[in-house]
């Protein structure tokens, strides 16, 4: 029986703040958060057992429905190897709109993805900044100054401020369309070290993004990724799941999303 121990923490009814915009599923269940709050260390836990088929969630000893599910930001241990996930619903506040407005002059470019020997162009348009060289899918990719970005530069610092955490890279992917993706993989490289810490913000669109435990076959997830918010992986999460941003034929608008990371060497 293939299942992992999945413990949450969501905020106490008086630290919850306004209404929200995410939602998680496990399995086939859907718990959908109404309010937020921010992430804090004194959150109470829930623990979840996922499974595959039924999922049930649990605080205390005591099943909790759907609608007991409230708090925007969670902090989640999604195993018992340690892989954590942190959601902050309104992580950018009243400065979501014109971060996505100056963010989309960034120097965007197609990216190519080889299969087969042949080159395709890659779902969406990327641009990387940092200060090191980043390696992808058998490339290299030279980083961008930060200097040239006064946006990013601010939302790093924000970032850095909220998870306590320095990065000195981005990659910058900007979904135009429904039509645009990420396949399932992990940010595993071994420029990040063992047990990097991933930062990811969403702007524009909202967009479910899905975990798998493994390869597949195992306990699942989907957060839906909320305009202006921010998503942390970290602990074991690279090395024990994948994360993937379906394709959404139907989505007309655009989604940019920045992922922060610490390069090593
Ligand atoms: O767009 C997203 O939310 C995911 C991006 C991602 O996984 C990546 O850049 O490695
Ligand atoms: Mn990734």
């Not at 306004?18 to 998680?24: A, Q, R, V």
């Not at 759907?66 to 996930?85: C, K, R, V, W």
């Not at 390696?135 to 790093?156: A, D």
């Not at 993989?185 to 070290?193: A, K, L, M």
Request: proline share 5%; charged share 25%.
């Amino acid at each position: 029986m293939v299942h992992s121990n999945f413990k949450t923490q969501l905020a106490s009814a008086s630290q919850l703040q306004s209404s929200l915009d995410y939602s998680l599923v496990i399995g086939r269940g859907l718990f959908r958060p109404r309010q937020q709050a921010p992430i804090s260390d004194t959150l109470p836990t829930v623990s979840m057992v996922a499974r595959r088929k039924p999922a049930s969630v649990k605080q205390g000893g005591h099943r909790l429905s759907q609608e007991q599910l409230t708090g925007g930001a969670f902090h989640g241990i999604l195993d018992s190897n340690g892989s954590f996930l942190q959601y902050w619903p309104d992580f950018a506040g009243s400065k979501a709109d014109s971060w996505l407005r100056r963010l989309q002059s960034l120097p965007w470019g197609q990216g190519k993805v080889k299969v087969f020997g042949k080159d395709y162009d890659e779902p969406r348009l990327t641009c990387y900044f940092g200060e090191k060289a980043y390696k992808y899918s058998n490339r290299i990719i030279e980083p961008l100054p930060w200097s040239r970005s006064p946006v990013l530069q601010e939302i790093k610092a924000l970032v850095e401020n909220m998870t306590g955490e320095s990065f000195n890279s981005v990659l910058c992917n900007r979904y135009r369309n429904g039509e645009d993706a990420m396949g399932w993989h992990s940010d595993n490289e071994q420029v990040y070290g063992p047990k990097p810490t991933i930062a990811s913000v969403t702007l524009g669109a909202e967009r479910d993004f899905d975990l798998r435990e493994g390869k597949g076959g195992g306990a699942r997830l989907r957060v839906r990724l909320a305009h202006g918010s921010l998503l942390v992986m970290s602990g074991a999460t690279q090395e024990c799941w994948q994360h993937s941003l379906p394709r959404r034929k139907a989505l007309k608008d655009e989604r940019i999303n920045l992922t922060f990371r610490r390069i090593m060497q």
